[in-house]
């Protein structure tokens, strides 16, 4: 009997998702993958953008809150302000009451506070479900101003905004929280809990794109190696890294030490890779530090093919490593 491949864990990419995925779709717009984050569809009234994500694998306080800040993300880095959510809400039967209840409670509040309309969705308890599963889909349309890693030129310069690896301290202060309070103290881990909520980069990303930003890209699943393959790939332009420039988590970088992870390919929903014109740099960090959000200039695109990181004055080829969230989700 042949062997059963399977599929990866995560998000399917590349090669793997063109196979298997899209060369069996009647795609509207075949170039649609490089931009990144979201998908556009011209319309006579300007282009909407839309993405669509799936909140699951996080602590199920924070369902309701990702809902609108995860695909509205992906939004915002097109420089485009989220206007619309379709909303799909599943769950275990006899699931809590109370879960549901607070969900969607903050989804209002923060969809609210964004200016965002609910289309609509669907809203049911399965069997099959262990965890609940909120699929998201953001809507913004734009008239003039689309942010694509296509429009990024040679020795534009690359700024991130931070704190790179915050994401995973955080999610490693719930799932992991006797290791993380010998190795951070006990205090430390509650402010890591309550900061859940500042990982938003809506109203930064924005920010962003008035200050002069050509493209950006939000670092999420795969972590910061990967979005810099990504930009690179999509842009059609080399990426030159000083890391020693990033703007890191302190506490993301001892708790990547601890568990032996590459920072670089650790999760880091809440950080940005921004692309812009040298003239236009200082008015983008200042914009982002506006936010609270430590961020700088660490590198510049070039012509060229790939990432080189340089480190410890030497300069290598980027290895995209794996990515320790998946190996904690199971603990949720």
Aim: with cysteine; hydrophobic share 40%; glycine share 10%.
């Amino acid at each position: 009997m042949a062997k059963t491949s399977t599929l990866p864990k995560g998000k399917l990419r590349g090669a793997d998702l063109r196979r298997i995925v899209l060369e069996h779709l009647p795609m509207l717009d075949e170039t649609a993958t490089a931009n990144l984050d979201f998908s556009r569809l011209p319309t006579k009234a300007g282009d909407m953008v839309i993405s669509c994500d799936p909140i699951i694998g996080i602590p199920p306080d924070y369902y309701g809150f990702s809902a609108v800040h995860v695909s509205g993300a992906d939004i915002a880095v097109a420089g485009v302000k989220p206007r619309y959510l379709e909303l799909g809400v599943y769950y275990p039967p006899d699931y809590s009451v109370e879960w549901l209840d607070k969900n969607m409670r903050e989804l209002g509040e923060e969809a609210k506070r964004l200016g965002i309309k609910i289309i609509g969705g669907h809203t049911g308890g399965y069997d099959g479900l262990t965890l609940p599963l909120i699929s998201s889909t953001c809507i913004g349309i734009v008239q003039n101003r689309l942010l694509s890693p296509s429009k990024v030129k040679p020795n534009d310069r690359l700024v991130i905004s931070g704190p790179v690896t915050q994401e995973m301290a955080i999610f490693l202060s719930f799932v992991e929280p006797n290791r993380m309070e010998k190795l951070l103290g006990a205090r430390k881990v509650v402010e890591l809990r309550n900061g859940t909520r500042n990982l938003t980069i809506i109203e930064p990303a924005l920010a962003a794109a008035d200050a002069g930003a050509r493209a950006m890209h939000d670092v999420a699943e795969g972590g910061t190696s990967l979005a810099l393959k990504e930009m690179s790939e999509a842009s059609r332009l080399g990426i030159k890294l000083d890391y020693a420039k990033v703007p890191w988590s302190k506490e993301g970088l001892l708790a990547m030490q601890e568990y032996g992870a590459d920072p670089l390919s650790t999760s880091s929903f809440g950080s940005i890779l921004v692309a812009a014109p040298e003239e236009n740099v200082s008015k983008i960090v200042n914009a982002l530090q506006e936010f609270g959000r430590p961020a700088s200039e660490v590198g510049h695109f070039f012509k060229g093919k790939g990432v080189i990181v340089k480190k410890d004055e030497k300069e290598s080829d980027l290895e995209v490593k794996d990515d320790i969230y998946g190996q904690f989700t199971k603990k949720l």
